[in-house]
Nanobody
């Protein structure tokens, strides 16, 4: 059974940093591009960043220069380093295996001013 388990969320003051992790079980990791999405209260889930199996990364405009997505294939883990956090980054963050459509349960990130 495939599982994606996020961790690393929390409460942080604006300008601070957090690093999210997403550990994948099963054999899906090496063959999937991995992505991070987020969903704020009352809003639709939105794409944040993607990293391909070739380590090519893309970001939504509002997080460029502040967030960095990376992956460690040996650990079956994808990371999202988030710096210079803003209150508008507050959301539940989800990781996903893009080809196979698996999702994690989400981790809450709350940024206060």
């Amino acid at each position: 059974q495939v599982q994606l388990v996020e961790s690393g969320g929390g409460l942080v003051q604006a300008g601070g940093s957090l690093r999210l992790s997403c550990a994948a079980s099963g054999s899906i990791f090496s063959i999937n591009a991995m992505g991070w999405y987020r969903q704020a209260p009352g809003k639709l889930r939105e794409w944040v960043a993607t990293i391909t199996t070739a380590n090519s990364a893309n970001y939504r405009e509002s997080v460029k220069g502040r967030f960095t997505i990376s992956r460690d294939n040996a650990k079956n883990t994808v990371y999202l380093q988030m710096n210079s956090l803003k209150p508008e980054d507050t959301a539940v963050y989800y990781c996903t295996a893009l080809r196979d459509g698996y999702w994690g349960q989400g981790t809450q990130v709350t940024v206060f001013a």
